[in-house]
């Protein structure tokens, strides 16, 4: 669990030499509805499902 929470928390972040770090926005969006999905489904599957259909959605809309 610790593993998983420091990759996730690493991919939001984008961090640049003598700044604060910033939040990656693309991933923050795609991330919302993965998050919601695990709380309500509790698999694994589903989330990851959702999270990659969340991210093409917001590349295809150019929001990345």
Known sequence: M??????????LLVQKTGHFPGLNFPNFLASIPAIITA????????????????????RFLGWA
């Open 2 to 11: 610790a593993i998983l929470s420091a990759i996730f928390v690493e991919s």
């Open 39 to 58: 709380v309500i489904s509790k698999s694994l599957l589903a989330v990851v499902v959702v999270g990659v259909i969340a991210m093409a959605a917001i």
